[in-house]
Every structure is written in C-alpha cells, then in structure tokens.
C-alpha cells in the first residue's frame, strides 16, 4: 500500500508541475529542444577564418553559398528601397491641404501679433509653427522619401557681359544641399516648390554685394514664408544659403563670407532680437569654381540690370537612394 501511496504522489506531483509550466512558464523553455535554439539566436556568430575555410573545401562551399544569398537579399532590400515610390494623389492632396490650413493659420497669427510680441516667444505662435512644421514635414517625407538630405542642381547661363564667358563658357552649374527637415521643413519645403515649378519661371542672380549673392525668380507659385524660420544650429556661414528680404523669400542669397553677425537672430531690425533670416541650405559643390570665381564676378555691384544677370536656366531636385547616391526626383502629377 505504502508503494501505491508514493507513486501516487508523483504523479500528482508531476501533474501539478506540468499545469504551473503551461500557465506560467515562458513558452520558448516549454520544450526542452527549443531551449538551445533560443540561446543560439541570441548568442554571437563566430566567425569563419580563412585558414578553415583553405582546409575543408565543403566548408568553403558552404561558406560561398551563405555569401552568394546574403548579396541576393540586400540586393532585393536595396532594390526594394530604391523602388519607384507609388503616391497616392488624394493622400498627397490631403496632406498639401493641411499644410496650407496651419500656413494659413501662422501668417493670421503673425499679422495680429500685439505690439512688442515676438512669433519666436508667444506661446500661441509657437504652437501654431510647430503644427505647421510638423505638417510640413509629413507632407516631405510622403512626397520627396524619408531619406534626406535633399539637393537642388542650379544650371547657369552666363551672358556675354559675364568676364568668364571667354574663358570658361556659357554654360555652368553648382548644387546646394537643403537642411535637416528636422531644423527648418517650412523653409526648405518652400524652396522645394520654387524647384518644383521652376519650368514655369525665370531666375537669375541680380546682385552682387560683398557679403551675399543674391538671386529672384519670377513667375513662381510660392508665397514668401508665413514665419521667419531659424536654427541656431544651422546658421549663416560661408557657403550657405538663406531667403532674403522681410517677409522672407522667395528672393534668396548664397553667404560669400560668414554672415552670421549679418543675417543672425536680432541683426536686420533692433526691434525683434530674436529674428533672423532663414538658412536652409548650403553649397556642397561648385562653391570655388562656379560660386566663387564666376558669379562673383558679375559686372558692377548692388543691384544689377539684367543685361548683367547671372542666369538660372533650370533648378533640379535630387533625392538619395538607399545608397547614399542622388538621383533626379521625378513629379508624378
């Protein structure tokens, strides 16, 4: 009876165990044979060395194959990432109305701001940047992809009253690179527009100041910004580019000298000590050959008449495949 009695309590003793293991143990150590796989999975692939592989050709075999897939799947990830983006017109409507729904909400705020109140301190003023901005940047990362930075190609044509025309010819180039939309979206989305539809516009650098290059367009389809957008951390230094006047834009400049003192927060007006123009972009190639040794020397110096013009011919938005490398975007509508 006594060996009746304790085989009995095994058993039951097993039963209980196995019910605590389904209700409360974790089900990767449920079964003994996945207990090894999950300390695998997570534990470190060694390596295989050369001489290993010298030494046992199935090994090596084996080693190649495992290469071989490897490539076919960071080809078919890359060619996925690079893969023609499909927009859904509606959705990108949608997003384009919301942007000019909050746009339009900042410049009404802007307009009747109270005497001696700042965009850049109110608190109901910041709030309605930062939805614009937030908006602003949906509608970029839908439109022009999450990989950034983006760029924008600017071919020149140089008149015959250009002093390089001679020696160096009609036509040039030079590329900027646009700011973290993180930084400043309603800026550089604005200047992505003035690309956008430049085929329908005209443009030329009509100024040569000793600080600034600055060039219009005309014929856009792009308001001047609904607030003067900043960062402190891109600032106006050599090379960069910013949007001129107050309102700012869409008349833009390229900084031939630091112009942080120049164009910096409370520098154009004493009244607002923290406005400043917006910098959105910089010149990340052609800065010396084309910026510096060709525009700069434009005939005369303020504001030129337009026998004496630097042309823009064409401005060309380029976004960064999974690669790093850039490539023409290409509008859908």
Same mark, same amino acid.
């Given at each position: ?6 085989? %009995? ?11 605590w293991a389904l209700l409360y143990m974790p089900p990767d150590y449920i079964q003994v044979a996945n207990v090894a796989a999950v300390i ?19 090994l090596q075999a084996t080693h190649d194959d495992e290469a071989q897939q490897a490539k076919a799947r960071n080809t078919q990830l890359a ?48 709030a309605a940047t930062k939805e614009l901005q937030d908006a602003t940047r949906d509608l970029l990362y839908y439109r022009y992809g999450a ?49 956008? =539809? ?21 014929? =856009? ?17 050599? +090379?960069?580019?910013?949007?001129? %006047?107050?309102?700012? %834009? ?10 942080? +003192?120049?164009? %910096? ?8 000590? /923290? ?10 190639? +052609? ?35 999974? /690669? ?10």
């Amino acid at each position: 009876f006594g060996v009746i009695f304790a085989t %009995g309590c095994v058993v039951l003793l097993c039963c209980v165990f196995l019910l605590w293991a389904l209700l409360y143990m974790p089900p990767d150590y449920i079964q003994v044979a996945n207990v090894a796989a999950v300390i695998d999975s997570k534990r470190p692939q060694e390596e295989t060395s050369p001489q290993q592989l010298r030494r046992n050709p199935l090994l090596q075999a084996t080693h190649d194959d495992e290469a071989q897939q490897a490539k076919a799947r960071n080809t078919q990830l890359a060619a996925a990432v690079i893969a023609p983006r499909k927009i859904d017109p509606a959705i990108e409507n949608m997003m384009v109305s919301k942007v000019v729904m909050y746009d339009t909400n900042v410049r009404k705020i802007k307009k009747n701001l109270p005497n001696k109140v700042f965009m850049e301190t109110d608190e109901t003023a910041l709030a309605a940047t930062k939805e614009l901005q937030d908006a602003t940047r949906d509608l970029l990362y839908y439109r022009y992809g999450a990989l950034e930075p983006y760029r924008i190609k600017f071919d020149l044509k140089f008149q015959r009253s250009q002093p390089t025309f001679a020696t160096m010819g009609e036509k040039d180039s030079f590329v900027i690179e646009l700011a973290p939309s993180a930084l400043v979206p309603h800026s550089i989305y604005s200047f992505l527009e003035i690309a956008r =539809h430049f085929h329908l516009q005209k443009g030329a650098f009509h100024r040569r100041a000793d600080h600034v290059l600055q060039a219009m367009v005309k014929g =856009h389809q792009v308001e001047h910004l609904a607030f003067q957008e900043y960062s402190p951390k891109f600032p106006h230094v050599k +090379g960069t580019v910013g949007y001129a %006047g107050r309102p700012s %834009g869409p008349e833009f400049y390229v900084s031939i000298q630091n112009n942080v +003192g120049n164009h %910096g927060p409370g520098t154009q007006q004493a009244y607002n000590p /923290h406005e400043a123009d917006s910098c959105f972009g910089k010149v990340v190639e +052609g800065f010396e050959e084309v910026v510096l040794k060709r525009i700069t020397k434009m005939p005369g110096s303020g504001f030129l008449k337009p026998p004496m013009h630097v042309l823009i011919d064409a401005m060309t938005i380029l976004v960064p495949d999974a /690669h790093g490398e850039y490539q023409i975007w290409q509008d859908h509508q």
